[in-house]
């Protein structure tokens, strides 16, 4: 099994790496998340996962290790594939994941491609027990209120991005932002855009 992978990467996807180590470049499929912000030439940590299949090997890789963790475990929810967990985490981080889980919430799991209304109850209730439970939500994020965060990546996951790059994008926004902007719906909208660029996601989960 391989577990983990340090190398270079060679070629990045919109949900794929090609990583360099001893001279072999592998084929990795990873988070939307790590796609966007692997560079060509820089070097790159993964926590892997390797499916073995009769007429293919993938590899699976995820920037923290409990991302790794809850994969594994979405594997053994029935009618859950490699694909859709993964497009589970490209679309809701672990405390989302886990705080859907708690409430037996199933709507976010039915925003992921490839995930109809039974699997995603499935995983709803499948993974109870199974998950840490979810962070408190804090009163701010990144120094700007919790409701216009929460607002924010509304409107940012309206116009075609998954989630969690999203929720990633408004908290990295509001922590370099003035304070009159961090209370602005529009300009910690408009600080969030910028950062993510013009350029729309091809094929967003959700």
Partial sequence: ????LRGTVLHTGADSVVVEVGGVGLSVAVPVDVARTARTGEQILLHTHLIVREDQLALFGFAERDELEVFAILLGVTGVGPKSALGVLSG???DQIAEAVANEDDKPFRKVSGIGPKTAKLIALQLQGKLAAPAPSAGRVGGAPHDVVSQVTQAVTGLGW????ASDAVAAAAETASDADRASVQALLRLTLAALGPAQPGGARG
């Fill in 162 to 165: 998954p989630e969690r790059v």
């Fill in 1 to 4: 099994m391989i577990s983990s």
């Fill in 92 to 94: 809701l981080t672990i």
